[in-house]
């Protein structure tokens, strides 16, 4: 056999295994023909939990090179400094009501029909002309005062602290918490200009003047402008959710609007009502999932309920100052069949239920 004819001798790389090659991690879907890279809540995964869950990247859970942006002058990605709350595990949140961005406009746009057909109903049939004018004067004062406080809560408030959450299931329910406000304090203006459009008196500007100067709604506005000041996201949430809605609003809204109006014959504005007392069932719902599990943290949930302790000292006097400041509004419908006492005392119930609920000692105040 010639040179040429002896075959060529090749050398291959030996093949080493170090466990970074596909397949070789094991995931909570790992062996399914359906891949997660999470642990759902129950059997299945929900749509909610397929497009919230860790969208937003975290160096704890998957970001092994740490954040991937930053700001210039301070830290990168969604910083846990920027509460003073702790928790173990911030990912342990879940929105119960399983909000995402297709919830959003299904839900607000049943409500917003829901509105726009009573209001084209209340025009038709001219239920404004039987109001009268007590009840008129009422609406035209205290609910247009309302809806500032409903707009200066969606614009300062849920929507500034939507950014600020550790994780994208927390942040995706405050984002939604700002669209009800803001369709909510929409709705009300909607209603005023209807109003002010019919042929009854009202004046449909009357609502700037109550707001700015009105010595009633002067301590509610004031805790409204004291909470877009707040810099703690999680304390603005407890302070507004927890304290505010519970105290002050729950009260206008349900303890009085909701109770009076069919009395001096007005089926329309419980309905608009409604809607914002609904928007707030869920919105409180979420809210009390996520101080429930930082109250029951397991590494920190006793600091976090000094901490919760110290926000109440702070924020329920005043709201129970702006309550108190409500009175005399109580006296103005021409009907009334429910007293500023029995709806204050119903006010702190449910807030003492909360407070129970979320592991919270009563503030002393609520007794006074």
Known sequence: MTQSAVPKQRSFPKIEFTDSEAGALEF????????N????????ATMYEDVTVDVQPDPDRHLSQGWIYGFGDGP???????????????????????EWDQTIYRNNSAVVHQVDLCLQNAKRAR?????????????ERNLGAWMHAENGLALHVFTSIQRSGPTNMINTAVAVNAAHKM???????????????????????????VWKDAPEWQPTREVVERLTAVGDWCELLFATNIVFEQLVGSLFRTELVMQIAARNGDYITPTIVGTGEYDY???????RNLFRLLSRDEEFGETNKVLFGEWLATWVPRCLDAAQALQPIWSQPADKPVTFASSLDAAKQ??????????????KELDQ
């Open 183 to 209: 369709r909510f304090a929409q709705d009300l203006a909607l209603f005023n200009l209807d109003l002010s459009e019919a042929d009854v008196p009202f004046d449909g500007s009357a609502h700037i003047g």
């Open 127 to 139: 239920v404004y002309d039987g109001w009268n004018a007590a009840w008129l004067k009422f609406i």
């Open 350 to 363: 449910k807030f003492r239920s909360l407070l129970e609920d979320l592991g919270l000692d009563s503030p």
């Open 76 to 98: 990168g990605g969604y910083p846990k400094e920027w509460t003073a709350a702790k928790s173990s595990n911030w990912h342990a949140f879940l929105d119960p009501n399983e």
């Open 37 to 44: 890279y999470y642990q759902p809540a129950k059997l299945r």
């Open 28 to 35: 909570p879907s790992s062996k399914s023909r359906a891949y």
């Open 281 to 287: 069932d869920r919105d409180l719902n979420y809210t």
